[in-house]
Nanobody
Framework: QVQLVESGGGLVQPGGSLRLSCIVS????????MNWYRQVPGKQRELVAS?????FKNYADFVEGRFTISGDENTLYLQMNSLKPEDTAVYYC?????????WGQGTQVTVSS
């Protein structure tokens, strides 16, 4: 069964760090493009970072060197440092497919003092 399951979200103070994980099942992570998206209520979901072939990485401009995407055989990670209140959102793991994109259930990240 193909599945994406995120974890690692929570409440953190500005300037703090979190590491998100997305465990995948039913496929090998390195064979597909893997993305992290985020969404704030009332706004469109936006792309945060991408990983392809397990090594090629791209980031949204707003990341500004603060986040790192990585992956191993069955887990996608997003290391987030120097977090800002505007990073507050639900973060989703995604794998685009011609037969229909795969999405996880999301994990809430709240940056607040």
């Amino acid at each position: 069964q193909v599945q994406l399951v995120e974890s690692g979200g929570g409440l953190v103070q500005p300037g703090g760090s979190l590491r998100l994980s997305c465990i995948v099942s039913g496929f090998t992570l390195r064979r597909y493009v893997m993305n992290w998206y985020r969404q704030v209520p009332g706004k469109q979901r936006e792309l945060v970072a991408s990983l392809s072939a397990g090594e090629f990485k791209n980031y949204a401009d707003f990341v500004e060197g603060r986040f790192t995407i990585s992956g191993d055989e069955n887990t996608l990670y997003l290391q987030m440092n120097s977090l800002k209140p505007e990073d507050t959102a639900v973060y989703y793991c995604n794998s685009p497919r011609s037969t229909g994109d795969l999405w996880g259930q999301g994990t809430q990240v709240t940056v607040s003092s």
